[in-house]
């Protein structure tokens, strides 16, 4: 079982002697914070945890400072499923789901619809994004056509989540050298990982995942990261959003019901702006030194 201190962590591991890189992925709290808010079915609620382990692993194959994003769309049972990871490990998604949803392939979950997987660097540089259609049994399948198809990457992944936490395998065959020494690497370690059941994902830490499948192999283990979950929400940007609906329609609003009430989709977290809070708001698009408003 895991330890405290193998909780909400990502782990690296590199094989010695072959072009193969590896990470694994454990969430409890971070998790159960992110999901425990929405009453997600059970089936919603799996898949979700299953990006969120998902999009940790591939943030971390990334050297950038910014934001990666997953999100598939259709026109299923869940016709929307985002995750957000950032460069500092951050985490926080959501989903949108129809009433009935019942265990099915991922093409019927989420319907005819695509997979984007989107890359926001900071400081100005270029913002990529690379859209499939969605196809596989499950997400993980998804993910490794995807990075088949818009990376030329060979990336094999395993992911596994229930209501208390969510874990993740990767292996990624990186370009290999002219000293490499072990060309078959990458064909036994992936034989080897498609032997891991979703409960020893889940149970087992990195190490012990490691261990359990490669232990006859020469494997570097790195320390292990926190993970959180943390949303980028705040009242200024909020405001932002007021401001661009425009005074009058916010005016409407307040003479209907006296205070706008906006709640955060990812978080909960609830914003309310009475009707001079409102004119703060759009004096200050004007006032740029004028202080936001505290409550």
């Not at 193998?6 to 193969?20: G, K, M, Y």
């Not at 093409?107 to 913002?127: F, N, S, V, W």
């Not at 995942?209 to 943390?230: A, G, N």
């Not at 709640?263 to 740029?288: I, L």
């Amino acid at each position: 079982m895991l330890r405290d201190h193998e909780r909400d962590t990502l782990q690296r591991f590199l094989f010695d002697h072959a072009p193969v890189r590896g990470e694994g992925v454990h969430l409890d709290t971070s998790w159960r914070v992110l999901s425990e808010h929405h009453g997600y079915p059970p089936v919603v609620r799996d898949l979700l945890g299953e990006m969120m382990a998902a999009s940790a692993l591939l943030a971390s194959t990334l050297k950038f400072d910014g934001r990666l994003t997953i999100q598939a769309q259709g026109d299923g049972h869940i016709p929307l499923i985002i995750m957000e990871a950032t460069s500092e490990r951050t985490l926080r998604g959501l989903a949108h789901w129809r009433d009935n949803v019942q265990p099915a392939p991922l093409a019927e979950l989420l319907g005819k619809g695509y997979l984007a997987i989107t890359i926001e660097p900071r400081q100005g540089r270029e913002r990529y994004q690379g859209i499939v259609g969605i196809e596989g049994d499950t997400l993980a399948e998804c993910l490794q056509n995807y990075l088949l198809q818009s990376e030329q990457l060979d990336t094999h992944i395993w992911l596994a989540a229930d209501n208390y936490q969510a874990a993740g395998l990767l292996l990624q065959k990186m370009p290999e050298q002219d000293q490499v020494e072990d060309h078959d690497c990458w064909n036994r370690v992936v034989h080897l990982a498609n032997t891991i059941t979703p409960r020893e994902l889940l149970e087992l830490p990195t190490a012990g995942i490691v261990h359990r499948l490669f232990h006859e192999e020469d494997v570097r283990l790195f320390d292990s990261l926190p993970i959180s979950f943390r949303c980028s929400c705040s009242r200024e940007r909020v405001a932002d959003m007021l401001r661009n609906f425009g005074i009058d329609e916010v005016h409407k609003l307040l003479d209907e019901q006296n205070t706008v009430e906006v709640t955060c989709e990812y978080c909960n977290q609830p914003y309310a702006f009475d009707r001079v809070d409102a004119e703060q708001v759009f004096a200050a698009a004007h006032s740029p030194d004028t202080p936001p408003t505290q409550h």
